[in-house]
Structures are given as C-alpha cells and as structure tokens.
C-alpha cells in the first residue's frame, strides 16, 4: 500500500520574500511609494511634508508643503461669518480671561477640523509651519501653541512671517509687501530677506472696513423689494409699489460677503482736480459739488451711521410696513442732515460717472416677514458696486490713512539707498486684493498721491492781507517725486507703460498666485525646501511648561495694547518667538582704529 503523496516543498535557498516584507525588514530606510517612482515621499504616505497653516482672524488655509495649493480653505467663524478675534481686548482681568477661553474653545475646535476633517492625518507626525502675521497679539499665538503641543502633540511649530513668505512666493528676496487683509492693512519692506520690522505700518482701512462701509451705503441707498403676502398679491400688486427700505435684518454678515465677493469691483479714479469736468452737469442740472469741508469723509460716514441706522430701524422696524426709498428724504432727516447731504452729492456724483448695472439680488427675508411666499429680492445700486471701495484709497487722515499712503509712508521711513528697490518691487496680497482693479487701481493712487503738487500754485504765491506771502503748502510726499517712475507692482495684472527699465521689468512678473493664496504658497516652498522661520520644539515647550511660575521674571517689557503692565508671563509665553519683546540685532563691528588716531567722540559711539 503506497503512501500518502507528501506536498511538494521549494528549496530554502529559493524563498522569495515580497516587498511588503522588504519595507517592514528596513522600515528606518526611507523608501517611496509604490505608486510614485521618485524617492520623496508624498504626503498621502509619509510624514516629511509638514503642515502649512495660514490662520487668519476669518479664513484659514491649510495643506501639505510641496504643493501649489492648500487642501482646504475655510471660514473659521462658521456660517455667520464673524471673526475670531479683533483688534479690541476687553480691559479688565475677569472679562479677558473669559474672552481668551472662549477664543481658545474655538481655535481648538479649528485645528482639530484641520487635521481630522481637512487633512485626514495624525498630528503627532507632523511638523507644523504657521504662517503669522508680524502683528499677531502674543496671546492669541500662545493659545494656537499649547492646543498644537498640548493637546494634538504635534512635534514642532515653525513661525514664519506671512509677508516673508509671501515674497517668497513670488521669487523674489526684496520687495515692499502690502498685506491688505479683514481687520487691517500693514506694509513691511524686506531687504535681502531680513523683515525691517521697525519700518512696518499699518491702517485700519481693509476688509472690515469695506463691508460696513457697503452695508451703511446699502441701508441709505438700496432698495428692498419684500415677498408678497399671497400668490394673487404676487401677480396683482407690482413690484415697484412693494420697494421699501434695506431693513438691518436682511444684511446679514454672509450677504455682505457675497456682496462683496462677487458683486462689488474697483472702478477707475475719478478727475477730483477738475470739478467742470467731473460734474458735467446738464441742461437742467444744479452742479451739486461735494462740500469743501472735509469734516465727514466717506470713511467717517461709514463709521457713524451705525447710529443713524439705528434709530432708522428703531423707527420703522415696529410696523410691518415700510416708506419707498427716496433721496430727498434721505437729506432731510433730522438726524446726521448735514453728513447725509454729503453723501448725497457724493453718490449723486458717483450714479452720474458710473456705468455699472444694477443688481437684483435674492436674500432671505426679516424674520418680521417670514409670512409671505418665497424670498425678498435686494436691490444694489451700480455706483455702489463701482465706488463702495472707494473708503480705501481715501486719505488724509493720520490715524487712517489710505493703502497708498501707508506705502509712501513705509518709503519715507526706510534708508534713501533702499527706496528705488523697494518701490519697483511693491508685492500686494490679501484677501481685499481679489476685488477686481484693486491693483491697478493702487497703482494709480500711488501715482497721483506722489505726482500732486500743491493744491494751489498761485494762491500760496498770492500775499496775504498784510502784505506778506503766504506761507508755502507743505508737500509731504516730494521727497519721493524722483522715483514716480520707478513705482512697479509685481502682481499688477494690467501694468501700465513704465518709462524706467527697473519697473517695466518688474511690473506683472510674479507668478499668476491669487493674492490671497501668496502666502500660504511660500509657506509650502519653504516646508520643501526644509526652511522656515523659528521653530520650537516640542521637548522645549514641555520644559517651559513645567517651569514654575516662581522661577519666571516679571514681564519688564512696555505694556502690550489690549494688556495690563506688572503681570507675570507665562513660562511658556517666553519661547515664542516675537519681534516685539526682543532686542534688535547688532549691526557690524566698528573698524578696527589704526594706531595713533584720535579716539571717536561720544556723538560717534552712540550713532555707531
């Protein structure tokens, strides 16, 4: 009886052994994926590429370093659309530590979107680069710190300036960088790469400041056209005899975005030098000019009528039923007459040199008219399109001044020698920036403001009653008048003809990034190219961390806006880089002196 056949077995010598056992066998070698040839590995495989965070007090960018654009793109504040922090802090104790632990219940629940939902990856493998503003409060920094090492134990935190970076981006290593995001508009130069931080300026005119400016231009100049009561009233009752005024509740902060998103455009500079020619009045016409008294700008109406609007809503919001809109009656209302006449001629000005259409938009309707069938329809007038972006390029205020002026501030301040570099290499990002003819429009203000002479020649010249001359208007830009042709915009879509070499080469040559993308996109050049700013460790944190409070020095650094002098720092708060609390750094070393010569004087040593 033969036996059981035995199952045939392959040699020792010829077992094979798959790659999945190769990369487990030498799995401290780094190896590429099987899906890509190279030998980098991607982010969906590996942990080389770092996390690049851009959190802004609105929209945060968030991906992977290596790759042209973030991953996820959102608004931190939700659907309501309301920011994260603003520039005000309250002033006492017990207020602001409850503001900063609300401030840190919601960051905590950003970044943990940001990894879990955004980026579907484990923070504690990733290096995190932050892209920072060079004017974000401490505070809010050490929060974003403690959840990224605390709680998603990340193994370390890289902070770089976003103006830095932005440059970066666009292939350059100097260049004066204007960011004009939500809360404010700052200008930094850079030189060789090193931020001149003593040199930055900032104006509160920006995002925020656009869309009050929209909603209070709406409130005065929209029209609301409400839903019918019933689908008879729909096709019986015409539109026009339902227009009423913009109620506040319609302007919720989600339509002024979308308002100002994909609506609202920058118009061309109007000829304020010639009034004739601007006006043009007709047969019938009175030349209704602006006032001369500059006392209520449009930037200060922007600010002011959210009392006006106030006492509008608190009149009419009581009844169901609203007045049509009427401009007439508009200036001569008992509140703020004088600042709506104004503005009166000023949009009277505006609807005669625009050529932008009305828009017809749909929004939701107060909840005092839920009842009616389906939704409200908003008017925007087209002038309001064109020139509700107006309150950014109006100066001559020194706590506010323009965009343009803030970066003809910024080349009054920096060395002589750096001026005609800086101003043919001008780099604008931003969300504000996407508005289109934004940076054309720069470029003009940047033209006019330093190509204007007095305001009038002949009448400084004139004498005065007593016989003497009038002292001269001061000029305050004529120190930069030689590099008016100089003046180039690297991103400028549409450069105009320049009549210097520097910036005819420089005008519209940065890479095609949206110039609110520019600075996430050189936080990922710089993650892979394995630089970035100061980073912080997480061994080091934990050791700060564990400090005790006994052992850390009273703050001696100058009381912080929005903070309170004589309080302890924290352990912690001390490892975080930031430009405020440090010296600056030391120059070059004198010269050697030669034997024999005269010691400096002290005037000498002090300047050196």
């Known amino acids: ?49 770092r996390i690049i965070l851009d959190p802004g007090s609105r929209v945060w960018k968030v991906g992977f370093s290596g790759e042209g654009k973030p991953r996820d793109v959102f608004c931190a504040g939700g659907d309501s659309g309301q920011s994260l ?101 700052s200008v930094l130069p850079i030189f060789s790469f090193r931020p001149l931080y003593p040199h930055l300026r900032t104006t509160p005119l920006a995002g925020a400041r656009l869309s009050t400016h929209i909603k209070a231009l709406l409130l005065m100049f929209g029209t609301y056209i ?29 339509v002024i975005d979308e308002i100002k998103t994909r609506i609202c455009f920058v118009g061309e500079p109007l000829d304020t030098d010639n009034p004739s020619h601007l006006m043009s009045p007709g047969p019938g016409d009175d030349l209704d000019l602006p006032p001369s008294d500059p006392a209520m700008s449009e930037s200060e109406f922007s600010r ?32 703020g007459q004088s600042a709506e006449s104004g503005v009166q001629a000023l949009a009277t000005m505006y609807s005669r040199h625009s050529t932008a259409t009305d828009i017809h938009m749909r929004v939701d309707p107060p909840p005092s008219q839920q009842t009616g069938t389906g939704r409200g329809t908003l008017i925007i007038p087209g002038w309001i399109r064109e020139r509700a972006a107006e309150v950014l390029f109006e100066g001559g205020d020194v706590d506010e001044s323009s965009v343009a002026e803030v970066i003809l501030d910024t080349l009054l301040k920096v060395p002589v020698d750096l001026r005609k570099t800086l101003a043919s290499s001008i780099l604008v990002i931003g969300g504000t920036p996407m508005l289109p003819g934004f940076i054309p429009r720069l470029q003009a203000e940047l033209t006019r403001a330093v190509s204007r002479t007095s305001n009038s020649t002949s009448s400084s010249a004139a004498p ?45 040559k940065a890479p095609a990034f949206t110039p609110a993308m520019m600075a996430w996109v050189g936080g990922s050049l710089a993650g892979a190219l394995k630089t970035g700013g100061v980073e912080v460790q997480r061994e080091k944190w934990d050791e700060a961390e564990a400090q005790p409070d006994e052992d850390v020095p009273m703050d001696s650094s100058p009381p912080r806006p929005g903070g309170a002098a004589g309080v302890r720092a924290s352990p912690a708060k001390n490892i975080l880089p930031d430009w405020t609390r440090t010296p600056l750094p030391v120059g ?21």
């Not at 009233?233 to 339902?242: D, G, S, Y």
């Not at 050697?592 to 010691?599: M, N, T, V």
């Open 588 to 608: 070059a070393p004198p010269a050697p002196r030669p034997p024999g010569a005269a010691a400096p004087s002290l005037s000498v040593q002090i300047a050196v």
């Open 464 to 508: 005065s009653r007593a016989g003497r001359p009038r002292p001269a208007v001061y000029d305050r830009y004529a120190a930069l008048r030689p590099l008016l042709p100089y003046f180039a915009i690297l991103n400028n879509p549409a450069p105009p003809p320049f009549a210097s070499a520097n910036a005819a080469a420089n005008a519209g």
């Open 304 to 335: 002011v009528s959210a009392d006006i609007d106030s006492n509008f809503s608190s009149q009419h919001a009581a009844s169901s039923s609203y007045s049509v809109v009427s401009h007439s009656q508009l200036a001569g209302m008992e509140h």
């Open 226 to 254: 409400p839903p019918a009561t019933s689908l008879s009233a729909t096709m019986n009752i015409p539109a026009a005899t339902r227009s009423t005024r913009v109620p506040q509740d319609v302007l919720t902060e989600k």
């Open 1 to 49: 009886m033969s036996g059981v056949p035995a199952t045939p077995r392959r040699p020792a010598h010829d077992s094979m052994t798959t790659p999945q056992t190769t990369r487990v066998a030498s799995s401290h070698v780094v190896q590429s994926s099987p899906h890509y040839p190279t030998t980098r590995r991607h982010s969906l495989y590996g942990t080389e590429d």
């Open 85 to 185: 922090w603003t520039l005000n802090r309250a002033s006492k104790p017990a207020d602001r530590e409850e503001e900063d632990r609300v401030l840190e219940a919601k960051l905590e629940g950003c970044l943990r979107s940001v990894f879990h939902n955004s980026l579907l990856t484990d923070p504690k493998s990733r290096k995190v680069i932050l892209v920072e503003h060079p004017l974000l409060p401490l505070h809010i920094k050490e929060i974003m710190a403690r959840i990224l090492f605390n709680n998603l134990q990340v193994p370390s935190i890289s902070f770089a300036s976003s103006h830095l970076l932005a440059l970066l981006a666009a292939g350059r290593v100097t260049g004066l960088v204007l960011d004009c995001g939500h809360l404010e508009s």
